[in-house]
Protein backbone atom coordinates (compact mmCIF):
# COMPACT_ATOMS: atom_id res chain seq x y z
CA UNK A 1 0.00 0.00 0.00
CA UNK A 2 0.76 3.93 -0.52
CA UNK A 3 4.29 4.76 0.81
CA UNK A 4 2.52 7.21 3.33
CA UNK A 5 1.42 4.25 5.29
CA UNK A 6 4.73 2.37 5.70
CA UNK A 7 6.25 6.15 7.38
CA UNK A 8 3.21 6.88 9.68
CA UNK A 9 3.55 3.51 10.87
CA UNK A 10 7.58 3.32 11.69
CA UNK A 11 7.42 7.18 12.83
CA UNK A 12 7.28 7.36 16.51
CA UNK A 13 4.86 9.38 18.73
CA UNK A 14 2.59 8.32 21.92
CA UNK A 15 0.74 11.24 23.49
CA UNK A 16 2.60 14.07 24.57
CA UNK A 17 5.09 13.43 21.67
CA UNK A 18 3.69 13.76 18.00
CA UNK A 19 5.80 15.36 16.46
CA UNK A 20 7.34 12.82 13.88
CA UNK A 21 4.35 11.82 13.00
CA UNK A 22 2.83 15.51 12.63
CA UNK A 23 5.99 16.25 10.02
CA UNK A 24 5.26 13.41 7.79
CA UNK A 25 1.32 14.82 7.46
CA UNK A 26 2.00 18.01 7.01
CA UNK A 27 4.65 17.73 4.14
CA UNK A 28 1.95 15.72 2.63
CA UNK A 29 -1.46 17.26 3.24
CA UNK A 30 0.00 21.22 2.69
CA UNK A 31 -0.16 21.34 -1.24
CA UNK A 32 -3.55 20.07 -1.40
CA UNK A 33 -5.81 21.93 1.56
CA UNK A 34 -6.45 26.11 1.74
CA UNK A 35 -5.22 26.43 5.22
CA UNK A 36 -2.72 24.43 7.54
CA UNK A 37 -1.65 25.05 11.07
CA UNK A 38 -0.42 23.85 14.33
CA UNK A 39 -2.70 24.81 17.08
CA UNK A 40 -1.61 25.45 21.04
CA UNK A 41 -1.79 22.38 22.19
CA UNK A 42 -0.46 20.15 18.69
CA UNK A 43 -3.15 19.10 16.85
CA UNK A 44 -2.67 19.58 12.79
CA UNK A 45 -5.27 21.72 10.96
CA UNK A 46 -6.06 21.16 7.63
CA UNK A 47 -8.97 23.09 5.75
CA UNK A 48 -10.53 23.27 2.45
CA UNK A 49 -13.07 26.13 1.85
CA UNK A 50 -15.51 24.23 -0.20
CA UNK A 51 -17.98 26.21 -2.01
CA UNK A 52 -18.91 29.83 -1.56
CA UNK A 53 -21.87 30.15 -3.03
CA UNK A 54 -24.05 29.11 -0.59
CA UNK A 55 -21.22 27.77 1.65
CA UNK A 56 -21.81 23.95 2.02
CA UNK A 57 -21.94 22.02 5.20
CA UNK A 58 -18.66 22.42 7.65
CA UNK A 59 -17.37 18.66 8.03
CA UNK A 60 -14.80 17.55 10.75
CA UNK A 61 -13.02 14.80 10.28
CA UNK A 62 -10.63 13.68 13.33
CA UNK A 63 -7.65 10.97 12.99
CA UNK A 64 -5.20 10.92 16.00
CA UNK A 65 -1.54 10.66 15.48
CA UNK A 66 -0.68 9.15 18.93
CA UNK A 67 -0.14 6.04 19.53
CA UNK A 68 -0.12 3.68 22.80
CA UNK A 69 3.41 3.35 24.39
CA UNK A 70 5.26 4.06 27.80
CA UNK A 71 7.24 6.87 29.46
CA UNK A 72 10.76 6.31 30.77
CA UNK A 73 10.08 6.71 34.80
CA UNK A 74 13.32 6.63 36.16
CA UNK A 75 16.86 4.92 35.51
CA UNK A 76 18.29 2.48 37.77
CA UNK A 77 21.53 1.70 38.62
CA UNK A 78 21.55 -1.26 37.04
CA UNK A 79 20.97 -0.28 33.63
CA UNK A 80 17.33 -1.21 33.49
CA UNK A 81 14.86 1.69 32.98
CA UNK A 82 11.28 1.55 35.20
CA UNK A 83 7.98 2.56 33.12
CA UNK A 84 4.77 3.58 32.86
CA UNK A 85 1.76 3.06 30.09
CA UNK A 86 0.72 5.56 27.83
CA UNK A 87 -2.44 4.33 26.37
CA UNK A 88 -3.79 0.88 26.75
CA UNK A 89 -1.16 -1.70 26.79
CA UNK A 90 -1.78 -5.31 27.70
CA UNK A 91 0.78 -6.24 30.12
CA UNK A 92 0.08 -10.07 28.85
CA UNK A 93 2.34 -9.54 26.21
CA UNK A 94 4.84 -7.03 26.87
CA UNK A 95 7.64 -9.06 28.18
CA UNK A 96 10.10 -10.03 25.43
CA UNK A 97 9.06 -7.18 23.62
CA UNK A 98 11.47 -4.93 22.15
CA UNK A 99 11.27 -0.98 22.35
CA UNK A 100 12.96 2.53 21.32
CA UNK A 101 13.43 4.94 23.72
CA UNK A 102 13.72 8.46 24.01
CA UNK A 103 14.57 10.69 20.95
CA UNK A 104 17.89 8.81 20.10
CA UNK A 105 15.91 5.42 19.78
CA UNK A 106 17.48 3.37 22.36
CA UNK A 107 17.07 0.18 22.14
CA UNK A 108 15.80 -2.47 24.84
CA UNK A 109 13.85 -5.55 26.09
CA UNK A 110 11.11 -5.64 28.51
CA UNK A 111 11.30 -7.95 31.02
CA UNK A 112 10.12 -9.15 34.28
CA UNK A 113 11.34 -7.81 37.19
CA UNK A 114 13.50 -10.58 39.65
CA UNK A 115 10.80 -10.57 42.06
CA UNK A 116 7.99 -10.82 39.89
CA UNK A 117 9.81 -13.98 37.88
CA UNK A 118 9.71 -15.48 40.72
CA UNK A 119 6.44 -15.37 41.37
CA UNK A 120 5.52 -17.84 39.06
CA UNK A 121 3.74 -18.03 35.78
CA UNK A 122 1.22 -15.28 36.79
CA UNK A 123 0.60 -12.06 34.77
CA UNK A 124 2.99 -9.58 35.68
CA UNK A 125 1.73 -6.17 35.93
CA UNK A 126 3.26 -3.25 34.28
CA UNK A 127 4.55 -1.85 37.67
CA UNK A 128 6.61 -5.29 37.41
CA UNK A 129 7.95 -4.89 34.47
CA UNK A 130 11.97 -2.93 33.53
CA UNK A 131 13.38 -2.44 30.21
CA UNK A 132 16.89 -3.84 29.69
CA UNK A 133 18.67 -1.33 28.04
CA UNK A 134 22.42 -3.48 28.37
CA UNK A 135 23.11 -0.38 30.03
CA UNK A 136 22.97 2.59 27.27
CA UNK A 137 23.18 5.79 28.63
CA UNK A 138 21.23 8.84 27.33
CA UNK A 139 17.98 7.94 28.26
CA UNK A 140 15.95 10.15 31.02
CA UNK A 141 12.86 10.37 33.32
CA UNK A 142 9.85 11.15 30.48
CA UNK A 143 11.37 10.02 27.57
CA UNK A 144 8.82 8.34 25.07
CA UNK A 145 8.80 4.49 24.75
CA UNK A 146 7.49 2.97 21.46
CA UNK A 147 7.57 -0.42 19.90
CA UNK A 148 10.21 -1.51 17.51
CA UNK A 149 8.51 -3.09 14.81
CA UNK A 150 8.67 -3.14 11.03
CA UNK A 151 5.85 -2.41 8.16
CA UNK A 152 5.30 -5.64 6.16
CA UNK A 153 3.04 -7.60 3.54
CA UNK A 154 1.81 -10.14 5.39
CA UNK A 155 0.47 -12.82 3.21
CA UNK A 156 -2.97 -10.79 1.83
CA UNK A 157 -2.27 -8.25 5.05
CA UNK A 158 -0.49 -5.37 6.10
CA UNK A 159 1.63 -6.00 9.46
CA UNK A 160 3.16 -2.84 11.69
CA UNK A 161 3.00 -0.66 14.49
CA UNK A 162 0.24 2.51 15.25
CA UNK A 163 -2.76 1.25 13.04
CA UNK A 164 -4.74 2.96 15.36
CA UNK A 165 -4.59 5.44 14.91
CA UNK A 166 -2.10 5.69 11.61
CA UNK A 167 -4.86 4.56 9.43
CA UNK A 168 -7.21 7.10 9.95
CA UNK A 169 -4.49 9.60 9.46
CA UNK A 170 -3.90 7.84 6.20
CA UNK A 171 -7.36 7.42 5.11
CA UNK A 172 -7.89 11.30 6.09
CA UNK A 173 -4.66 12.63 4.41
CA UNK A 174 -6.26 11.01 1.18
CA UNK A 175 -9.50 12.43 1.62
CA UNK A 176 -7.98 16.11 1.39
CA UNK A 177 -7.02 15.50 -1.81
CA UNK A 178 -10.23 15.81 -3.13
CA UNK A 179 -12.63 18.52 -3.92
CA UNK A 180 -16.21 18.12 -2.26
CA UNK A 181 -19.36 20.24 -1.99
CA UNK A 182 -18.75 21.26 1.98
CA UNK A 183 -16.29 23.40 3.71
CA UNK A 184 -13.81 20.40 4.88
CA UNK A 185 -11.64 20.61 8.06
CA UNK A 186 -9.04 17.94 8.83
CA UNK A 187 -7.56 17.53 12.40
CA UNK A 188 -5.04 15.13 13.00
CA UNK A 189 -5.22 15.02 16.77
CA UNK A 190 -3.12 14.55 19.65
CA UNK A 191 -3.19 12.61 22.87
CA UNK A 192 -6.30 10.68 22.60
CA UNK A 193 -4.90 7.53 24.11
CA UNK A 194 -5.03 9.51 27.37
CA UNK A 195 -8.00 11.28 27.10
CA UNK A 196 -9.60 12.58 23.77
CA UNK A 197 -7.97 15.70 24.56
CA UNK A 198 -6.53 17.34 21.28
CA UNK A 199 -10.42 16.48 19.59
CA UNK A 200 -11.45 18.48 22.59
CA UNK A 201 -9.54 21.41 21.91
CA UNK A 202 -9.90 20.89 18.10
CA UNK A 203 -13.86 20.47 17.85
CA UNK A 204 -14.28 24.08 19.96
CA UNK A 205 -12.18 25.60 17.98
CA UNK A 206 -13.53 24.59 14.28
CA UNK A 207 -17.19 24.57 15.35
CA UNK A 208 -18.00 21.95 13.08
CA UNK A 209 -21.98 21.11 11.57
CA UNK A 210 -20.78 17.26 11.73
CA UNK A 211 -17.94 15.09 12.61
CA UNK A 212 -16.68 11.74 11.78
CA UNK A 213 -13.63 9.67 13.72
CA UNK A 214 -11.77 8.26 11.17
CA UNK A 215 -9.98 4.91 13.27
CA UNK A 216 -8.21 1.46 13.62
CA UNK A 217 -10.34 -0.63 15.74
CA UNK A 218 -10.35 -3.94 17.65
CA UNK A 219 -10.58 -7.12 15.25
CA UNK A 220 -11.05 -10.15 17.59
CA UNK A 221 -12.47 -12.55 14.64
CA UNK A 222 -10.62 -15.66 15.05
CA UNK A 223 -12.29 -18.27 16.07
CA UNK A 224 -13.00 -19.33 19.95
CA UNK A 225 -14.55 -21.61 22.32
CA UNK A 226 -17.03 -19.63 23.06
CA UNK A 227 -19.81 -18.50 20.41
CA UNK A 228 -19.49 -14.94 20.65
CA UNK A 229 -19.88 -12.33 18.10
CA UNK A 230 -16.81 -10.51 16.95
CA UNK A 231 -16.38 -6.57 17.97
CA UNK A 232 -15.24 -6.74 13.81
CA UNK A 233 -13.97 -8.73 11.33
CA UNK A 234 -10.93 -8.38 8.83
CA UNK A 235 -12.03 -8.33 4.98
CA UNK A 236 -15.82 -7.14 5.75
CA UNK A 237 -15.47 -3.49 5.15
CA UNK A 238 -15.27 -0.36 7.44
CA UNK A 239 -16.76 -0.77 10.78
CA UNK A 240 -19.80 2.00 11.64
CA UNK A 241 -19.69 3.02 15.52
CA UNK A 242 -23.31 2.58 16.68
CA UNK A 243 -22.07 3.51 20.15
CA UNK A 244 -19.33 2.63 22.08
CA UNK A 245 -18.16 3.72 25.74
CA UNK A 246 -17.47 7.35 24.77
CA UNK A 247 -20.44 8.15 22.85
CA UNK A 248 -23.38 6.59 20.67
CA UNK A 249 -22.92 7.70 17.01
CA UNK A 250 -26.10 10.38 15.16
CA UNK A 251 -28.18 7.92 13.89
CA UNK A 252 -28.70 10.07 11.24
CA UNK A 253 -25.27 10.19 10.17
CA UNK A 254 -25.20 6.08 10.78
CA UNK A 255 -27.76 5.96 8.21
CA UNK A 256 -26.30 8.14 5.81
CA UNK A 257 -23.07 5.74 5.81
CA UNK A 258 -24.90 2.65 5.84
CA UNK A 259 -26.85 3.67 2.65
CA UNK A 260 -24.07 5.42 0.75
CA UNK A 261 -22.59 1.79 1.54
CA UNK A 262 -25.43 -0.07 0.11
CA UNK A 263 -26.09 2.61 -3.05
CA UNK A 264 -22.56 1.58 -3.79
CA UNK A 265 -22.00 -1.64 -3.46
CA UNK A 266 -19.43 -0.78 -0.81
CA UNK A 267 -18.88 -3.61 2.10
CA UNK A 268 -19.47 -2.38 5.84
CA UNK A 269 -20.31 -3.90 9.15
CA UNK A 270 -21.50 -2.37 12.09
CA UNK A 271 -18.73 -2.38 15.01
CA UNK A 272 -20.29 -4.58 17.98
CA UNK A 273 -21.20 -1.71 20.42
CA UNK A 274 -19.76 -0.93 23.70
CA UNK A 275 -16.08 -1.76 22.70
CA UNK A 276 -13.63 0.99 22.78
CA UNK A 277 -13.86 4.61 22.71
CA UNK A 278 -12.81 7.44 19.67
CA UNK A 279 -12.08 11.46 19.17
CA UNK A 280 -16.36 11.14 18.95
CA UNK A 281 -16.72 11.10 22.73
CA UNK A 282 -14.39 14.81 22.80
CA UNK A 283 -16.01 16.05 19.89
CA UNK A 284 -20.01 15.37 20.32
CA UNK A 285 -19.97 17.59 22.77
CA UNK A 286 -18.27 20.56 21.78
CA UNK A 287 -19.99 23.69 22.68
CA UNK A 288 -23.45 23.06 22.05
CA UNK A 289 -22.65 19.51 20.68
CA UNK A 290 -21.78 18.06 17.35
CA UNK A 291 -23.79 15.26 15.13
CA UNK A 292 -20.66 12.68 15.25
CA UNK A 293 -20.10 9.32 14.22
CA UNK A 294 -16.83 6.75 13.82
CA UNK A 295 -15.67 4.60 11.01
CA UNK A 296 -12.89 2.57 11.75
CA UNK A 297 -10.78 -0.15 10.04
CA UNK A 298 -10.63 -3.60 11.73
CA UNK A 299 -7.35 -4.10 13.28
CA UNK A 300 -6.31 -7.36 14.64
CA UNK A 301 -4.19 -7.27 17.66
CA UNK A 302 -4.44 -4.15 18.42
CA UNK A 303 -1.92 -1.66 20.30
CA UNK A 304 0.75 -4.17 19.63
CA UNK A 305 3.88 -4.52 17.89
CA UNK A 306 2.20 -6.36 15.23
CA UNK A 307 -1.15 -5.62 14.30
CA UNK A 308 -2.42 -6.83 11.10
CA UNK A 309 -4.89 -5.13 8.58
CA UNK A 310 -6.59 -5.70 5.23
CA UNK A 311 -5.76 -2.89 2.54
CA UNK A 312 -9.01 -3.72 1.42
CA UNK A 313 -10.85 -2.46 4.42
CA UNK A 314 -8.85 0.84 3.89
CA UNK A 315 -9.69 1.56 0.52
CA UNK A 316 -13.06 0.66 1.18
CA UNK A 317 -13.16 3.11 3.82
CA UNK A 318 -11.61 5.65 1.39
CA UNK A 319 -14.46 4.80 -0.84
CA UNK A 320 -17.15 5.51 1.41
CA UNK A 321 -16.38 8.45 3.08
CA UNK A 322 -15.04 10.10 -0.78
CA UNK A 323 -19.29 9.21 -1.54
CA UNK A 324 -20.70 10.37 1.51
CA UNK A 325 -18.67 13.45 1.41
CA UNK A 326 -19.86 14.07 -1.82
CA UNK A 327 -23.50 13.63 -0.87
CA UNK A 328 -25.48 13.59 1.94
CA UNK A 329 -22.54 14.46 4.34
CA UNK A 330 -22.43 17.46 2.57
CA UNK A 331 -25.56 18.91 2.93
CA UNK A 332 -27.73 20.30 6.64
CA UNK A 333 -28.92 17.24 8.49
CA UNK A 334 -32.52 16.79 8.80
CA UNK A 335 -34.36 17.66 12.47
CA UNK A 336 -33.04 15.34 14.90
CA UNK A 337 -36.18 14.43 16.45
CA UNK A 338 -37.43 12.56 13.37
CA UNK A 339 -34.77 10.06 13.53
CA UNK A 340 -36.20 7.25 15.48
Same mark, same amino acid.
Given at each position: ?100 ? @? ?5 ? !??? #??? $? &?? %???? +? ?111 ? @? ?5 ? !??? #??? $? &?? %???? +? ?85
Amino acid at each position: MNELLERLSIARGVAGHEGEVRAILREYVAPHVDEIAVDSIGNLIARKAGPQDPPGQRVLLAAHMDEVGAIVMRCNSDGTVKFRSIGGLDPRILPGKRVRI @GADAVPG !VIM #RAP $H &AA %RAGS +RVAPIADLLIDTGGAGGIQAGDMITFESDYEQFGRLLKGKAFDDRVGCYILAQLLQEDFPCQLVGAFTVQEEIGLRGARVAAYAVEPDLAVALEGTVADDLPREEDVSPTTEL @GKGPAVS !VMD #RSA $H &AD %RRLV +RILTQTADAHNIPYQIKQPGVGGTDVGAIHLARSGVPSVAVAVPCRYIHTPAALMDPADVENTIELMKHALAGSLARPLEAAGSEK
